[in-house]
């Protein structure tokens, strides 16, 4: 079905150090729908909550109340085992810093997310080099991380988030520890991904720039959605 929403959020409450005299409460009852094919950001001045959301719509992290319906289960009855292989089949996440396993090759940190699927040897390695030719990394996939430059080392992460087949990237600032040109290299590659594979794509950046580049761009401050725009320089 065409156009679904995909992501459902739901007056979505998040508290640290609940019920001790310290408690925060860092997300204020989030609404947000995100459709299949979308490519979104979240922008926000850092400590707004952006990296807090991300937790939640990746399912790394709980909301202390509301609703996650994601691509139509309801996550906040799924146990922990089922959250981890709704996680790893649907969502691909890529980070700031890379989060690549040291003194691993990047063929073997590209196969690891299918290997934790179950896949063959055989066939996570087949899809593990064309994932790296696609970022145009095949030549490297010998190198560890430490071989590698921070583009070269996001690229593939890339390729690591791709390959389950997930229907969403989740994408934390990215670009945050790379040069411009470099940061244009990797958003080129989720345009690439978004237009050719149909990803859904939920990007966090503090670059404005980046942001007016998808459909939407969504506000957030203080831990509250405080505006929802089209992206001013989305090329179809
Ligand atoms: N695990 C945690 N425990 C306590 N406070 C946290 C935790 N994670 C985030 N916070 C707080 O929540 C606020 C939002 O953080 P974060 O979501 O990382 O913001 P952003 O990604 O927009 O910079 C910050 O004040 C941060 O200190
Ligand atoms: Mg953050």
Same mark, same amino acid.
Do not use: W
């Given at each position: 079905m065409e156009n679904e929403v995909i992501i459902d959020l739901n007056q979505i409450v998040k508290k640290f150090y609940v019920g001790k005299e310290n408690e925060l409460e860092i997300l204020h009852g989030i609404d947000l729908k995100v459709r299949r094919g979308e490519f979104v950001s979240i922008v926000g001045a850092s400590g707004s909550g952006k990296s807090t959301l991300m937790n939640i719509i990746g399912i790394l992290d709980r909301p202390t109340s509301g609703g996650y319906i994601l691509e139509?289960?309801?996550?906040?009855?799924?146990?922990?085992?089922?959250? /981890?292989?709704?996680? %790893?089949?649907?969502?691909?996440?890529?980070?700031?810093?890379?989060?690549?396993? $040291? *003194?691993? /090759?990047?063929?073997? %940190?590209?196969?690891?997310?299918?290997?934790?699927?179950?896949?063959?040897?055989? $066939? *996570?390695t087949a899809k593990a080099k064309e994932l790296l030719k696609l970022v145009d990394m095949e030549e490297r996939m010998d190198h560890t991380p430490d071989e590698l430059s921070g583009g070269q080392k996001q690229r593939v992460a890339i390729a690591r988030a791709l390959g389950n087949d997930p229907a969403i990237i989740l994408a934390d600032e990215p670009t945050g520890a790379l040069d411009s040109k470099t940061g244009r290299m990797v958003m080129d590659l989720f345009h690439k991904l978004h237009k050719e594979k149909g990803i859904t794509i939920v990007l966090i950046t503090h670059s404005n720039e980046l942001a007016e580049e998808t459909q939407r761009i969504i506000t957030l401050k203080d831990g509250t959605i405080i505006g929802e725009r089209e992206g001013s320089a989305y090329a179809v």
């Open positions: 139509g289960v309801d996550i906040c009855k799924a146990n922990d085992k089922e959250v /981890s292989h709704i996680r %790893n089949q649907k969502i691909g996440f890529v980070f700031q810093t890379y989060n690549l396993i $040291a *003194r691993t /090759s990047a063929l073997k %940190n590209v196969e690891l997310p299918m290997m934790y699927a179950g896949m063959s040897k055989r $066939a *996570r």
